[in-house]
């Protein structure tokens, strides 16, 4: 994964991870999957970096290959007292299905010892529209779980978040309780979600402000018209004021994304010219040709 | 299968105080206290931490700050140097998005 030897020293594995983490930065990187391969640069990191958990990863030996079930030894827990912070904190809600199960939570080891289970985090993208009305979503979570044979499998379960009327870009929602169980009798972790939109055809979002584009007919925007606009809570009626261009912002107070305050929606005018495709066209364009005096580019 | 319809929390209605924001991103209180007080968290804080209160934008920032801070051994400063970077890199790109300009 990081592209060094199984005997590379720790000062080789800290610069392979380093040169990797900057090229697959989920922010700036240009590489398809930069996201999925941080993950896996960031696992495999935290494995070779710890000398407990390099020594277990090499104890499985070569025989492992990503997607077989993984069975732990029957000696797993015994020489692998991890001293858990580290790894059971940090990143670890960002750690796949192979890490997780290697030193996901081993289940009530030590008797007596109790611990708030972690938080986990997450990213879901929603539709606009979600954010004007409120929405149920389903939302699938991957978690390691012991089957009847005691061998710890990933299930997969899902949870119908009830997401609030009026969230935004970049806002996190909190699930209570949803995240790791706890050991012993601490309580269960929180889940996390970050809210991300999907993108509209139609509607651009940018905080609450919401922006949408609005044609008009070249004569709707000379002589003022009103004209219908669909917005994302509704069709209205706009008025658009006489001689207007375009890439006139028209404001609706209020219509953008719901809460106190509101955000506002933005209908930005694109005049767009009817075709001079029959000679009846033709003429009306060579009319205005004649008869206005006219020169676009003196007016800027 | 029918799962219950669970009830999520706002943050921002709902602020979290500097325990969560620590618990949330696995790192200690000392750890958010010294950021807030490098300035690359929560500015404009008073000087009680007991009342601080943190939003989203706050805890998404805190967990790029530990990460990159754990990835590259960066210090507070640059570590806020590079998220204020990103969050502008964000920012303009939005402003394409809106533009009808794609950043891609």
Redesign the interface.
């Known amino acids: 994964m990081l592209g060094v030897a199984r005997d590379a020293t720790a000062e080789e594995i800290k610069k392979a991870f380093r040169r990797l983490a900057r090229k697959y930065h989920p922010d700036v990187s240009k590489e398809a999957n930069a996201e999925a391969r941080m993950k896996e640069v960031n696992e495999a990191h935290a494995v070779l970096s710890d000398p407990e958990k390099r020594a277990a990863y090499d104890q499985l030996g070569k025989g492992f290959r990503a997607g077989q079930d993984f069975r732990p030894p029957p000696d797993w827990d015994a020489g692998f007292e991890f001293s858990g912070r580290d790894f059971s904190g940090g990143q670890a809600a960002d750690f796949s299905d192979f890490f997780s199960e290697l030193f996901g939570r081993q289940g009530g080891r030590a008797a007596g010892f109790h611990a708030r289970g972690e938080d986990h985090h997450a990213k879901i993208l929603i539709d606009l529209e979600d954010a004007y009305q409120g929405a149920t979503r389903l939302v699938t979570l991957r978690t390691p779980k012991a089957d009847e044979h005691g061998r710890v499998v990933m299930a997969e379960h899902g949870l119908n978040v009830r997401i609030p009327k009026g969230v935004h870009e970049g806002q996190v929602l909190r699930l209570t309780g949803q995240g790791s169980p706890g050991m012993g009798e601490g309580s269960a972790g929180d889940l996390y979600l970050e809210i991300h939109f999907k993108p509209h055809p139609r509607y651009r979002v940018e905080g609450r402000d919401v922006y949408a584009t609005l044609r008009v007919a070249p004569w709707e925007a000379a002589l003022g018209a009103s004209v219908k606009a669909t917005l994302p809570d509704g069709n209205v009626e706009v008025r658009v004021p006489e001689g207007s261009q375009t890439g006139r912002n028209l404001r609706l107070k209020g219509r953008g994304i719901p809460g106190a305050p509101p955000g506002d929606l933005y209908l930005v005018l694109e005049v767009v010219l009817p075709p001079a495709d029959s000679p009846r066209a033709r003429a009306l364009y060579q009319t205005m040709a004649s008869d206005l005096a006219f020169d676009p580019r003196e007016s800027r | 299968?029918t799962?219950?319809?669970?009830?999520?929390?706002?943050?921002?209605?709902?602020r979290?105080g500097l325990e969560e924001l620590a618990?949330?991103c696995?790192v200690s209180r000392e750890w958010v206290i010294e950021h807030v007080q490098a300035g690359v968290l929560l500015e404009r804080a008073g000087p009680d931490p007991g009342v601080w209160s943190f939003t989203?934008?706050d805890?998404?920032r805190a967990?790029h700050l530990?990460?990159l801070e754990?990835?590259?051994d960066a210090n507070p400063e640059l570590a806020g140097l590079v998220v204020d970077l990103?969050e502008e890199?964000?920012r303009l790109r939005?402003?394409l998005?809106?533009a009808?300009l794609s950043s891609d």
């Open positions: 299968m799962t219950e319809e669970l009830t999520a929390a706002l943050l921002d209605e709902v979290i618990a949330s696995t989203s934008h805890l998404i967990r530990y990460a754990h990835q590259f990103v890199l964000e939005a402003r998005k809106r009808g």
